[in-house]
T-cell receptor
Framework: DQQVKQNSPSLSVQEGRISILNCDYT??????FLWYKKYPAEGPTFLIS?????DKNEDGRFTVFLNKSAKHLSLHIVPSQPGDSAVYFC?????????FGAGTRLTVKP | KAGVTQTPRYLIKTRGQQVTLSCSPI?????VSWYQQTPGQGLQFLFE???????NKGNFPGRFSGRQFSNSRSEMNVSTLELGDSALYLC????????????FGQGTRLTVV
């Protein structure tokens, strides 16, 4: 049962432009949401998170938006840099149970 | 502070065999979760342990089992290996597991032939 879905397997953007990665979830019990970034041959690394009591959290070039009514969250990266090229995983957590999406491969072209 | 350590990094096993993977969490972390990563499937949740107790379990067959020791180190066992078990197995540790980010190891790449 895929409770967290990332429907775009890949995304390509030009350096300097905005990257928008999307994520949908089905379980209304999720109360904490996270984004992870993964490079080849490495484990995922934490990027940014948001609690369900907020609708936006910003950290430098990264902003996460949460729309609870739509059960949707998104990660905005602006401006995008070639070093941002990686696989991005969305995760949602409820009661110590964290579930991940399938990932979106972001390619930022110079 | 040492990160999450998974051993071995690579493993090749034959169908029908069993395998044990090990994970040492970050010092002070009591929550350990295991995930299977396959192409196109993302990270599939296997189970989560906290203070030697399994708190959550994903939708995997009983061939997949785990345990956690008093020092928070965790092992995952897969019995009667199938070709479809070939994957990257990732372990993640956290302080409490609830509403905190998880820190991942580099994973164990299991190939079943």
């Amino acid at each position: 049962d895929q409770q967290v879905k990332q429907n775009s397997p890949s995304l390509s953007v030009q350096e300097g432009r905005i990257s928008i990665l999307n994520c949908d979830y089905t379980n209304s019990m999720f109360d904490y949401f996270l984004w992870y970034k993964k490079y080849p041959a490495e484990g995922p690394t934490f990027l940014i998170s948001i609690s369900s009591i907020k609708d936006k959290n910003e950290d430098g070039r990264f902003t996460v938006f949460l729309n609870k009514s739509a059960k949707h969250l998104s990660l905005h990266i602006v401006p995008s840099q070639p070093g941002d090229s990686a696989v991005y995983f969305c995760a949602a957590s409820a009661n110590n149970d964290m579930r991940f999406g399938a990932g979106t491969r972001l390619t930022v072209k110079p | 502070k040492a990160g999450v350590t998974q051993t071995p990094r690579y493993l090749i096993k034959t169908r029908g065999q069993q395998v044990t993977l090990s994970c040492s969490p970050i010092s002070g972390h009591r929550s350990v979760s295991w995930y299977q990563q396959t192409p196109g499937q993302g990270l599939q949740f296997l189970f989560e342990y906290f203070s030697e107790t399994q708190r959550n379990k994903g939708n995997f067959p009983g061939r997949f089992s785990g345990r956690q020791f008093s020092n928070s180190r965790s092992e995952m066992n897969v019995s009667t290996l199938e070709l479809g078990d070939s994957a990257l197995y990732l372990c993640a540790s956290g302080r409490t597991g609830r509403n905190t980010e998880a820190f991942f190891g580099q994973g164990t790449r299991l190939t079943v032939v």
